[in-house]
């Protein structure tokens, strides 16, 4: 079974639809959303939209649930674009969700608000924390929010993140994590490659240029310009 999973869409068309292109090569059997359909860019009806309609598993993240929920006043911009059905639907995405493939327990998030973002080089006491809930221990973790994919393991198993779509930090491309194996719990060999696709950044960026009503216009300018975090 191949199973994408991927996240922090971020309102970015042009990413989104580079890494559309690359699932029609690959052709999963599943698309998995882990959270960040909206916000930051400036297409966030296109890219929420491309999430209810490519993906069977959808979790939340802290931007749909802020936008979703109204929680900022600044968010009006994104408001006015998605309308009361796209923030409804945001605002109630499950927070995190199970998966048993190839005889290890994964457990998947987007970050934030089920728990502290986690970056690629915190230490293994903060990242240890994701392996164990009131729900039991987990063989694995996969998650997102801070936009910068890697595999790795820890004492306690494999922590992974999808790296974002529409918002890379560090390698300014669209990041996607293709997980390949058998469901259930019978040990069986799994593979983890992560998508590293190139998209037309400079026209990701004249979409935000011409609106000027783009809020953080030239901080989502420059982190998806340079990889670099603006804000």
Same mark, same amino acid.
Not at 80 to 96: F, H, I, T, V
Not at 131 to 151: E, L
Not at 181 to 207: C, H, R, W
């Given at each position: 079974m191949?199973?994408?999973?991927?996240? !922090?869409? @971020?309102?970015?068309?042009?990413?989104?639809?580079?890494?559309d292109a690359m699932l029609q090569q690959v052709q999963p059997d599943?698309? =998995?959303?882990?959270?960040?359909?909206?916000?930051?860019g400036p297409s966030n009806a296109e890219t929420c939209d =491309?999430?209810?309609? @490519?993906?069977?598993?959808?979790?939340?993240?802290?931007?749909?649930y802020g936008i979703g929920g109204k929680e900022f006043a600044e968010d009006g911009y994104f408001w006015a674009q998605l309308g009361p059905e796209r923030m409804d639907w945001l605002k109630n995405? *499950?927070?995190?969700?199970?998966?048993t493939l190839g005889g290890i327990r994964f457990r998947l998030f987007h970050g934030r608000p089920v728990t502290? $973002?986690?970056?690629?080089?915190?230490?293994?006491?903060? &990242?240890?924390?994701?392996?164990h809930t009131g729900k039991g221990d987990f063989g694995g973790v996969i998650f997102a929010d801070s936009h910068r994919p890697f595999v790795r393991s &820890?004492? !306690?198993?494999?922590?992974?993140?999808?790296? /974002?779509?529409?918002?890379?930090?560090?390698?300014?491309?669209? @990041?996607a994590l293709l997980v390949e194996g058998e469901k259930g719990d019978t040990?069986? *060999? $799994?593979?983890?490659?992560? &998508? /590293?696709?190139?998209?037309?950044?400079?026209?990701?960026?004249d979409i935000a240029r011409q609106d000027e009503h783009l809020p953080h216009r030239d901080a989502y300018i420059n982190e998806i310009i340079t990889g670099k975090y603006s804000r």
């Amino acid at each position: 079974m191949k199973i994408v999973m991927l996240a !922090d869409l @971020h309102g970015n068309l042009p990413a989104t639809l580079a890494m559309d292109a690359m699932l029609q090569q690959v052709q999963p059997d599943e698309v =998995w959303f882990l959270g960040d359909a909206v916000g930051k860019g400036p297409s966030n009806a296109e890219t929420c939209d =491309w999430v209810r309609s @490519h993906c069977t598993l959808c979790l939340g993240g802290n931007w749909d649930y802020g936008i979703g929920g109204k929680e900022f006043a600044e968010d009006g911009y994104f408001w006015a674009q998605l309308g009361p059905e796209r923030m409804d639907w945001l605002k109630n995405l *499950p927070r995190e969700a199970e998966v048993t493939l190839g005889g290890i327990r994964f457990r998947l998030f987007h970050g934030r608000p089920v728990t502290p $973002l986690m970056r690629v080089n915190d230490d293994k006491e903060l &990242l240890g924390q994701a392996f164990h809930t009131g729900k039991g221990d987990f063989g694995g973790v996969i998650f997102a929010d801070s936009h910068r994919p890697f595999v790795r393991s &820890l004492q !306690d198993g494999y922590i992974i993140n999808t790296g /974002s779509v529409g918002n890379s930090l560090g390698v300014n491309r669209a @990041h996607a994590l293709l997980v390949e194996g058998e469901k259930g719990d019978t040990p069986a *060999p $799994l593979m983890f490659t992560i &998508l /590293s696709v190139p998209y037309d950044n400079q026209a990701a960026a004249d979409i935000a240029r011409q609106d000027e009503h783009l809020p953080h216009r030239d901080a989502y300018i420059n982190e998806i310009i340079t990889g670099k975090y603006s804000r």
